[in-house]
């Protein structure tokens, strides 16, 4: 079994690093506020990858986008690794605004779960981009099944971080979840890489000719 695209997930996703943001937003929640959040959050990151999971190449096809040019800026993934390696989560930090925009919907007592938690934190268009790609590289329906599966090993990584947010933010404080970030961050730039040389490749099979010498 191919672990590539769930460490790829884990590494863009990075509950970790939305911890802060998770605190932030559900300040004065009550306990069964914050685990409805939770619980919402992780089912809505699942519905993303299994969507894009089975459905990615059929979206790609009604908007008549290749799959190798989709791959081929698939490689912006190494912006988010930037971000990353800057401490920044695998999105770029929300401005002012979405964050003014969170602490209100919570004040009125709506979920904050899908947006912006699940979208654009979570699962934003890094993640789901990655999803696509890899459904294309599945050549049997157990890959597409397996990676579903991976949603659930992701709607479950980020129900632990997020029911043990507080714990975390304690023991790792700001510097330990940077540290985990630039991690995540110098994993996914090789991924994203890799990602984009095979679509140029795809583009432009010159490119994967031997060099030749005089």
Known sequence: MDLKPLITLVAIINPLAIVPFFIHYTAGFSATQRWQTIRTA?????????????L????????NISLQSFQVGGG???ISAMNMLNSRPAEERPNNATLEAGVEKAAEGNSIAVVPL?????TGPAAMSTVVIYADQARS????VALVGYGVVVAFA????????DPIARVLGRTGINVMTRLMGLIL???????????LIKIFPILASPAIYP
């Open 118 to 122: 699940t979208i654009p934190l979570l």
């Open 56 to 63: 990615g190449l059929q979206i790609l096809q009604f908007f």
């Open 42 to 54: 992780a089912i809505a990151a699942f519905c993303v990858i299994a969507v894009c999971a089975l």
């Open 76 to 78: 912006l993934l190494l």
């Open 141 to 144: 329906i157990w890959q597409h």
């Open 158 to 165: 980020i129900m632990v971080c997020f029911s043990l947010a």
């Open 189 to 199: 730039a090789a991924l994203a890489i890799e990602v984009m040389t095979g679509g």
